[in-house]
Nanobody, 122 residues
Framework: QVQLVESGGGLVQAGGSLRLSCAAS????????MGWFRQAPGKEREFVAA????????HYADSVKGRFTISRDNAKNTVYLQMNSLKPEDTAVYYC???????????????WGQGTQVTVSS
């Protein structure tokens, strides 16, 4: 089992920045690829970014490319999502997730956090 706890969400004005953190406990964190997903009210959960076990490979959704950066610190069992130039359409609950292989689909992820709310005001 892997337990994931997100933090760092909040309310920010458009153009601002936030950094989300996801702390992992349980089985070896460095064995897992990590992803960030988001879900806005009335919409399906969508892929945001993912990083492989070593941090050497990353994937981003087109909608966040150039604005968001995913990173990880295996010594701290933590994955981060730095979000810059935030837009109102980034408003959603953000979830981190763990998977045995790097991917973009929620179905490929085995463990999920409880989510953290990000609200971007215009």
């Amino acid at each position: 089992q892997v337990q994931l706890v997100e933090s760092g969400g909040g309310l920010v004005q458009a153009g601002g920045s936030l950094r989300l953190s996801c702390a992992a406990s349980g089985r070896t964190f460095s064995s897992y690829a990590m992803g960030w997903f988001r879900q806005a009210p009335g919409k399906e959960r969508e892929f945001v970014a993912a990083i492989n076990w070593s941090g050497g490979r990353t994937h981003y959704a087109d909608s966040v490319k150039g604005r968001f950066t995913i990173s990880r610190d295996n010594a701290k069992n933590t994955v981060y999502l730095q979000m810059n130039s935030l837009k109102p359409e980034d408003t959603a609950v953000y979830y981190c997730a763990a998977a045995l292989s790097l991917g973009r689909t929620p179905r490929g992820y085995d463990y999920w956090g409880q989510g953290t709310q990000v609200t971007v005001s215009s």
